[in-house]
């Protein structure tokens, strides 16, 4: 019996078999009927087939750098994520005395800078003649003829004087008498009881401008060293990362309610420093909704974390405690105050917003494109980020103004509660908590400025807070020169509107580098 393979197809009757090609494969148990044509008559070599050509073939070729393993090991995962931590790790601890410094001198109230501008005599501060306080005299101590109490006295009464629990009575052996003039010569105060200078007061930084980052890094270093400069750095890498898992989080758990993709996954900006790029979402307008509801529901439950990062920034490093868990124990509740929600929402939402925005409208309408304009929409985006940038600075000064203000009331409270208290010897569950309320107490390095809510907050700094010295410009100052006369600076009352970007040089400087690493094909990192 002939196989169907052997017969004629009756689909296909004028079809002839090609005369080259391996034999077509017949079954051992099948006998042919009819005669193999000659084409396909067995070669006496052994020779393989096709198949195992193609096989032997494959097995040669070296394709492991062209296709990745399907099945990572565990121990790839674990080195893929130690490197990415250590990587963000690594970026956090080489910004942050930047970020310390700009937090500093966003808290800071600035006074203004009476004294180069005129005496003191002249602003209506002057000082008594006689006052010790005052420092006037402080070059020119008492002599000894002047502050020796064992000299006779001329003009008092012949009846002895009794005055046993004073410290300089009469009565007391002459060899101490040198040791309390020197008492008195260090004493700057008419009072006999001498005093110290408070121990806060030695760890203040005196900021003599508003806006200088290295004048602050200088006198943290200074005054606190290497712990001052990079102090919260733990806090704020925990916090950034937090902020970013949570937000993604979010992001996908509202896109999933909402049946619309991921705004994180649909597409990417082709610039570093871009935001979502929402444009190729089905509801764009949604999407971009998502992300911005994202970011806030992230910020406002990490707030009690942001809270412990600006105490740990602004208080010096001797205050105890300085950890994140005694400093969370520190706090009346886990979630943000009612009076920081505000500025915590418009702080993170706001930028986002802009960032988000900015890859649809530059696509959508004024026709942009990452792919057939590369460099066009790189220098946009790098415009869009200059631009939240310098909207976000001022929202965060009222952050941080708001925070410590917070910091304060609930210290306020803590302490009012400690005193009316019953005493008792039991520590605090909290590690560096079994202190004293005066060595525990909320010290901050700068003087903070006041909090009015948001609005109140802007307002106070551009109008109320301090003075700012405007002179004139050099071509001005020179003409004025050459025709006889000088033209005094200008001192008004408030900070001006710069005095809302405290700052921002930092940001630049990080702005230029990740963009200047995107055009050179970098990608921008994760800076």
Request: proline letters at 11%.
């Amino acid at each position: 019996m002939a196989s169907s393979r052997d017969a004629p197809n009756p689909l296909r009757p004028y079809y002839i078999p090609p005369s080259i090609g391996p034999p077509p494969e017949v079954p051992q148990n099948q006998t042919v009927s009819s005669p193999l044509p000659p084409a396909f008559k067995p070669a006496p070599s052994n020779k393989s087939s096709l198949g195992s050509q193609a096989r032997d073939i494959l097995s040669d070729l070296d394709y492991d750098a062209y296709f990745p393993e399907t099945s990572p090991t565990i121990a790839g995962h674990a080195k893929k994520l130690l490197d990415h931590a250590l990587w963000n790790y690594t970026s956090v601890l080489l910004a942050q005395p930047f970020e310390v410094a700009k937090t500093i001198l966003q808290i800071h109230e600035a006074k203004g800078q009476l004294s180069a501008l005129k005496d003191a005599s002249e602003w209506g501060h002057k000082r008594g003649p006689g006052s010790f306080a005052s420092g006037k005299f402080e070059d020119f101590p008492p002599s000894d003829e002047e502050s020796d109490e064992d000299s006779p006295g001329y003009f008092t009464t012949t009846a002895p004087r009794v005055n046993p629990t004073s410290p300089y009575s009469p009565n007391d052996s002459p060899s101490r008498s040198p040791r309390r003039r020197h008492r008195r010569l260090d004493s700057r105060s008419p009072s006999r009881t001498p005093t110290q200078p408070p121990p806060s007061s030695l760890r203040k930084l005196e900021l003599k401008r508003a806006d200088s980052l290295l004048e602050v890094i200088g006198q943290l270093w200074q005054k606190e060293s290497a712990w001052g400069v990079w102090k919260g750095t733990n806090c704020t890498f925990i916090y950034n990362f937090l902020l970013k898992t949570t937000e993604g989080w979010f992001r996908s758990l509202i896109s999933a309610l909402l049946n619309i993709p991921d705004p994180g996954l649909v597409g990417a900006a082709g610039s570093g420093i871009g935001g979502l790029d929402v444009l190729d979402s089905p509801n764009p307008l949604t999407s971009l909704g998502v992300a911005v509801a994202a970011t806030a529901i992230a910020a406002t439950l990490l707030a009690p974390l942001d809270l412990v990062r600006t105490r740990l920034i602004i208080t010096p490093i001797s205050s105890s405690p300085r950890s994140i868990y005694p400093c969370l124990s520190l706090l009346p509740s886990l979630s943000v105050s009612p009076t920081l929600l505000p500025a915590t929402i418009m702080h993170a939402c706001v930028p986002t917003l802009v960032s988000s925005s900015t890859p649809l409208f530059l696509r959508s309408t004024l026709s942009i494109d990452p792919i057939l304009t590369p460099a066009t929409y790189s220098f946009s985006t790098f415009l869009s980020s200059t631009a939240e940038l310098f909207i976000r600075l001022p929202l965060e000064t009222v952050l941080r103004r708001g925070q410590v203000a917070v910091l304060q009331e609930h210290e306020a409270q803590r302490v009012a509660q400690e005193y009316q208290a019953p005493p008792s010897r039991s520590k605090s569950p909290a590690y560096g908590l079994d202190r004293p309320s005066n060595d525990n107490g909320f010290d901050t390095i700068v003087d903070p400025g006041q909090y009015r809510g948001v609005l109140g907050t802007l307002w106070f700094i551009v109008r109320e807070e301090g003075i700012s010295v405007s002179g004139p410009s050099a071509a001005k100052a020179a003409s004025a020169k050459a025709m006889g006369f000088s033209r005094p600076p200008r001192t008004r009352k408030g900070q001006g509107v710069h005095g809302l970007w405290r700052g921002w040089r930092v940001g630049v400087w990080g702005l230029v580098g990740i963009w200047g690493a995107a055009a050179l094909g970098g990608g921008g990192g994760e800076f």
